[in-house]
């Protein structure tokens, strides 16, 4: 037991010492009495300040088992949030500042034993746990301070505080999105930081990158390849949330703002700069939608170097409308004589720009770029439909771009011409935030939709955070304005056509390309100002440096382990791209639609879940042992490579390796040419396509003939012994009750079964035998043979009641005595009868069934018979028992007539 006298005066101490007072002298509570006494050495202390310390030291002495494992700010918050002092009589004691959540729960850490009862006592209070490390007994959570107490009373638990605040010397400002993806879990259990990367980035400018340089968001050795200042300085922003992902990256950024040429040369001047991950936020209007313009062939270029592209899927949803051409009749009115008018799908010729902007409209068809001789154009008329207000109708005449542009005012009729040529593909673009009437899917286009490139959605990390985005958090959807695709592509880079002659939707021209890809966090804050409208970030744009930065801190990631749950130094080689596309894709969070969807690509990114992939490579490892042989089946997060190592120690000789070169994710391999029950070791290797990740899982086993050995059935006479062999094969039982048993019991089969049972009925109650079985498949040495043993000792018989009716009669000179049974048990009986106290021996001893009937000497009226059962060996229900019944009879008086009587039976003590 604690001596609480010592703590007191540990807490009076502190208590003196916080308040920069030297320590008083030994108190009275330190003496023996239960309460502190007055501090009578004043020392600058006043009464009242002495008075609130005797209260403080007596609040703690009065607490329960559970609140000794709180820290006393977790009390004492709970205590304010239920409108009570924190300490009774002492008013002006406050809480200490806690990390709250928007509906009041704390941040706790947690120490004790991990398990799974631990977690849903924690969700049974409506907390959500933050972290967990079984490992090192530590467990973070959000939680009501009113179920502290309560939660504190688990076993599990050891110690519940305040979550620890560490001090950070990377930056003033971190970005939500680190913790909604669990890329700082990933760094504080595998300490991956992205150390392996060089990140270039790509957007406007780097304006205010000295601010955040010296606020310690950012390092000082950015590398700036070129700038365009002036601008918003968003690319500092995504530099920022890089950095706060992954914080050991080389960072590296060239605008991109200054046309599609230069922003397409910025690609590959920061992929020759060493960049193997390059991600931007920038988009051009005239970008080709059906296909790879000159930014895209850029980074399919640098893509197929090996480099990782990611790029922000736009900000404009509901902004598009794409469909084929209808045609809805001649032009009229003020367009007589300019075209074939196209129908939208709700019949009308024209598509109204909706919204309250005043935005740019961009018209392009499924031409290729730069050679389209199909030549459509671009009307925007009042909302009645009664002027032009402007037009575009640039000639194709084989030798153009596909694209006509215009902008609209909010109401103003959209309307699209064919002057002559083929029905084509259509796509209507209003960028601005604008929207139509009519609208479809397929926002996404360009080079964030490049083949090669990662398209990446946006999701709002205030959705999770603090906690990681998890599907039981419920409500995770992306971003209202987040682009949508598919994107349907018409031509090759080259212009030659994916599907010759066939250029509409209707017809499934061309081919369909999977994007956005990922989805990631936005909305998370920055060194910016809150007038900058990059703090807090939202967009895509801040969506794709978190996705780019998780890929860095995925390729940092040591997979090179011995076992699924160990941890080693040793830097392996990195990871593919379709290593790590692998593994973010099997562990996304699948958010929208189930599988790929248009809104979401396969799922919000997860750093945590794909590091346990990768970490722990291998997985439902199984072992199967036979008879000269053995099976191991597993599977990898990955499509590896395997090699399996079987030997009866380390240095056997005789060990036996088999490869099987195959990359899959399922495995399966047999050894054989073992020794019946032998224990041997084994290795089983993994390997990725790229060496990155290596798994050896190790163990052993022994190979197995005899399995599955049960003993049932024990009672006082039999037992049952059963097993079974891994192939078919002869049986012997042998028991004996000792080793020195001259006469033990032998039961033979020489029948080849593989499953055995053997029931014995001739042993004895309340005796402990030895047994020993044997099975074997041919007769040595050509076959297997085994054997088990064990023990087991008898029941002792009971004494039961089993006569359940008895009826003397007399027939002709002889009595008889009629006796039922119950249950119709089968037994052996010695049967005596004694009558006036001469015994008469019975004449039937055999085994017998209900009714029974004894024959007895003839008797005079009004004898008394005493009448003694016993049955020995009785069988009833599998178990053994004997019964001794006795009863009185009386003969009734003679009348010339047939006399009967009955008793009832008694159990005989």
């Known amino acids: 037991m604690k001596d609480y006298r010592k703590i007191g005066a540990q807490w009076s101490a502190m208590a003196l010492a916080m308040l920069a007072i030297p320590v008083l002298g030994q108190s009275a509570w330190a003496q023996g009495s239960r309460l502190p006494a007055p501090i009578t050495d004043t020392s600058g202390l006043s009464a009242t300040v002495q008075q609130q310390i005797a209260l403080i030291n007596q609040d703690k002495l009065a607490r329960t088992p559970a609140q000794k494992k709180l820290s006393s700010s977790l009390i004492f918050a709970a205590r304010i949030d239920q409108n009570q002092p924190a300490v009774s009589g002492v008013p002006s004691l406050r809480a200490p500042g806690l990390q709250r959540d928007m509906v009041g729960r704390v941040l706790v850490d947690i120490k004790g034993n991990v398990t799974t009862g631990l977690r849903q006592n924690i969700a049974g209070m409506g907390g959500t746990v933050v972290s967990a490390y079984p490992k090192w007994g530590a467990l973070r959570a959000w939680i009501g301070t009113a179920w502290l107490d309560q939660l504190a009373l688990s076993p599990d638990v050891r110690i519940i505080r305040p979550a620890d605040k560490p001090v950070r010397n990377s930056g003033s400002v971190e970005s939500e999105g680190d913790a909604a993806h669990g890329s700082k879990l990933v760094r504080e259990a595998y300490g991956a ?146 075209g074939r008018v196209h129908r939208f799908p709700n019949n009308n010729l024209f598509n109204i720009q909706t919204q309250n902007v005043i935005t740019r409209i961009i018209l392009g068809w499924s031409d290729p770029s730069l050679a389209s001789n199909n030549d459509y154009d671009l009307y925007i008329l009042n909302s009645t439909g009664t002027t032009v207000f402007e037009t575009s109708d640039n000639v194709q005449n084989g030798t153009q771009d596909p694209i006509e542009f215009a902008s609209a005012f909010p109401g103003e009729r959209v309307v699209i011409v064919k002057w002559s040529g083929e029905d084509r593909a259509l796509r209507l673009y209003a960028p601005d935030a604008g929207s139509f009437t009519v609208t479809t899917t397929g926002e996404t286009y360009g080079h964030s939709a490049a083949a090669g490139a990662f398209g990446v959605a946006a999701v709002d990390a205030n959705l999770a955070f603090p906690s990681t985005f998890s599907l039981s958090l419920g409500g995770l959807t992306t971003e209202s304005f987040s682009s949508t695709g598919p994107r349907r592509i018409f031509y090759n880079a080259n212009g030659t056509a994916i599907t010759p002659n066939n250029f509409l939707f209707a ?219 891994a192939v078919p094969a002869t049986s012997k039982l042998v028991l004996s009750e000792g080793p020195s048993d001259p006469n033990p019991i032998v039961v033979t089969d020489s029948n080849l079964v593989t499953d055995h049972s053997v029931t014995v009925t001739s042993i004895r109650e309340e005796t402990d035998y030895d047994y020993t079985l044997s099975s074997e498949t041919l007769p040595a040495p050509d076959g297997f043979r085994g054997e088990r043993s064990g023990k087991f000792r008898t029941l002792e018989l009971q004494e039961v009641s089993l006569v359940s009716a008895v009826l003397l009669s007399k027939s002709a000179t002889t009595w008889q005595l009629e006796v039922t049974l119950k249950n119709n048990s089968l037994f052996t009986t010695v049967k005596n009868f004694k009558i006036d106290g001469v015994v008469f021996s019975a004449n039937n001893t055999t085994t017998f069934t209900r009714p029974n009937v004894f024959s007895m000497p003839d008797l005079a009226p009004n004898t008394t018979v005493k009448q003694i059962f016993r049955f020995n060996k009785l069988r009833t229900l599998g178990t053994v028992v004997r019964s001794s019944v006795a009863g009185y009879y009386n003969t009734p008086r003679r009348t010339g007539k047939r006399f009967s009587g009955s008793v009832i039976t008694t159990i005989r003590p």
């Open 193 to 338: 930081g992205g150390g392996n990367s060089k990140i270039g980035v790509i957007s406007d400018s780097v304006d205010f990158l000295a601010n955040s340089v010296a606020l310690g968001d950012l390092p000082s050795n950015v590398e700036v390849l070129i700038d365009d200042p002036g601008q918003s300085g968003e690319g500092t922003a995504m530099l920022e949330i890089i950095h706060d992902v992954a914080p050991d990256a080389v960072l590296a950024f060239a605008t991109g703002f200054l046309g599609e040429a230069q922003m397409a040369q910025a690609v590959l001047d920061l992929a020759a700069a060493g960049c193997d991950i390059i991600v931007d936020d920038l988009g051009y209007l005239f970008e080709s939608p059906f296909q790879d313009g000159v930014i895209a062939q850029a980074v399919e270029q640098v893509v197929a170097q090996g480099k990782l592209y990611f790029s922000a899927a736009g900000n404009q949803r509901n902004s598009v409308w794409e469909g084929d051409f209808r045609d809805g009749g001649a032009a009229t009115g003020v367009l007589a004589g300019f």
């Open 507 to 725: 017809t499934n021209g061309g081919m369909v390309l999977n994007k956005p890809d990922f989805t990631a966090a936005d909305g998370v804050k920055t060194t910016f100002p809150g007038s900058s409208g990059l703090n807090p970030f939202f967009g895509t744009s801040a969506a794709a440096p978190h996705a780019a930065a998780l890929m860095a801190q995925m390729k940092s990631l040591d997979t090179q382990v011995i076992t699924p749950v160990s941890y080693s130094s040793v830097q392996g080689a990195l990871l593919s791209r379709n290593e790590l596309v692998t593994a973010f894709t099997n562990t996304a969070l699948d958010i929208e639609a189930v599988g790929w969807d248009g809104r979401a690509g396969v799922g919000i990114l997860s750093a945590d879940r794909a590091a346990d992939k990768l970490v722990n490579f291998v997985s439902n490892l199984v072992v199967t042992p036979g008879l000269d042989q053995v099976t191991f089946t597993w599977k990898t997060s990955l499509p590896a490579a395997s090699t399996v190592w079987v030997g009866k120690d380390i240095d056997d000789p005789d060990a036996i390796f088999v490869d099987d070169p195959s990359y899959t994710t399922d495995h399966s391999v047999t050894i054989t040419g073992l020794t019946l029950d032998v224990t041997y070791l084994y290795q089983v290797d993994s390997s990725s396509e790229s060496g990155a990740v290596y798994n050896a899982v190790t163990g052993k086993f022994t190979t197995i003939f005899i399995d599955n050995v049960s003993v049932t059935g024990i009672g006082a006479n039999q037992v049952t012994i059963s097993w079974r062999t």
